[in-house]
T-cell receptor, first 111, second 116 residues
Framework: GESVGLHLPTLSVQEGDNSIINCAYSNSASDYFIWYKQESGKGPQFIIDIRSNMDKRQGQRVTVLLNKTVKHLSLQIAATQPGDSAVYFC??????????FGAGTRLAVHP | NAGVTQTPKFRILKIGQSMTLQCTQDMNHNYMYWYRQDPGMGLKLIYYSVGAGITDKGEVPNGYNVSRSTTEDFPLRLELAAPSQTSVYFCASQPGRASSYNSPLHFGNGTRLTVT
C-alpha cells in the first residue's frame, strides 16, 4: 500500500552545520510532496513543497530534493539554528485531497 | 486572522462518554481536515471536507463523525469514547486541492484527548 517513511528517527547536529533529513515513499504515482515542521505543543507548519516534475526546489535556508528513481525525498537545512529544533514530517499525496504523513524525524541542534 | 482555532486544548474523558472537538477557520478555506497523531507517530487522516455540506472518510474514520454546515466550522464528534482514541487531534484547512502549489495545509495547535 501507500506509505511514507523516514530513514532516521533522530538527527543531532551542531549549530551552524547543514542538516539533511531523509524520507522514503512507496507510491510511485504520488505527484506532490511536502515537508512540515512541528514544534512541541504546536501543529505542523508548512516548510516547502515540490511537484514530481521537479528534482529540486529552494526556499529560505531550505532545499528539497526529489529522486523519483529511488523514491526518495530529502530536506536540507543550511546553517542550522537552535530554532530549527523540531520534528520534521514529509508527506505525499495518497489520493484526492489526502496527504499521507511519515512518522517524523526529530532534529536536535546543539550549541 | 486567527487562522485555524481548535478548542478545547486538553480534555480527559471516561470510557463511553461523548464530546465534540471544535474547529473553526477564518481564512474562507473550502477544504478542511481532521487528523490524529499518536505518540511518536505521523498524522493519520480521520475525515475531510471539500466544502460546506460535503464530508468524506479518511484513513481512520471509525468511532468519529463530522459535519460541515458552514465554511468556517468543522466539528469532530466522538460518540462513545474508547482508550484507543487517546491522541492529539489536529484540524487543518486549505484553500485548494492537496496537489496545488501555494496552498499547503494550515494546522491548528491541536486538542490533546485522554480517554481513561
Amino acid at each position: 500500500g501507500e506509505s511514507v517513511g523516514l530513514h532516521l528517527p533522530t538527527l543531532s547536529v551542531q549549530e551552524g552545520d547543514n542538516s539533511i533529513i531523509n524520507c522514503a515513499y512507496s507510491n510511485s504515482a504520488s505527484d506532490y510532496f511536502i515537508w512540515y515542521k512541528q514544534e512541541s505543543g504546536k501543529g505542523p507548519q508548512f516548510i516547502i513543497d515540490i511537484r514530481s516534475n521537479m528534482d529540486k526546489r529552494q526556499g529560505q535556508r531550505v532545499t528539497v530534493l526529489l529522486n523519483k528513481t529511488v523514491k526518495h525525498l530529502s530536506l536540507q537545512i543550511a546553517a542550522t539554528q537552535p530554532g530549527d529544533s523540531a520534528v520534521y514530517f514529509c508527506a505525499e499525496t495518497g489520493g484526492y485531497n489526502k496527504l499521507i504523513f511519515g512518522a517524523g524525524t526529530r532534529l536536535a541542534v546543539h550549541p | 486572522n486567527a487562522g485555524v482555532t481548535q478548542t478545547p486544548k486538553f480534555r480527559i474523558l471516561k470510557i463511553g462518554q461523548s464530546m465534540t472537538l471544535q474547529c473553526t477557520q477564518d481564512m474562507n478555506h473550502n477544504y478542511m481536515y481532521w487528523y490524529r497523531q499518536d505518540p511518536g507517530m505521523g498524522l493519520k487522516l480521520i475525515y475531510y471536507s471539500v466544502g460546506a455540506g460535503i464530508t468524506d472518510k479518511g484513513e481512520v474514520p471509525n468511532g468519529y463523525n463530522v459535519s460541515r454546515s458552514t465554511t468556517e466550522d468543522f466539528p469532530l464528534r466522538l460518540e462513545l469514547a474508547a482508550p484507543s482514541q487517546t491522541s492529539v487531534y489536529f484540524c487543518a484547512s486549505q484553500p485548494g486541492r492537496a496537489s496545488s502549489y501555494n496552498s499547503p495545509l494550515h494546522f491548528g495547535n491541536g486538542t490533546r484527548l485522554t480517554v481513561t
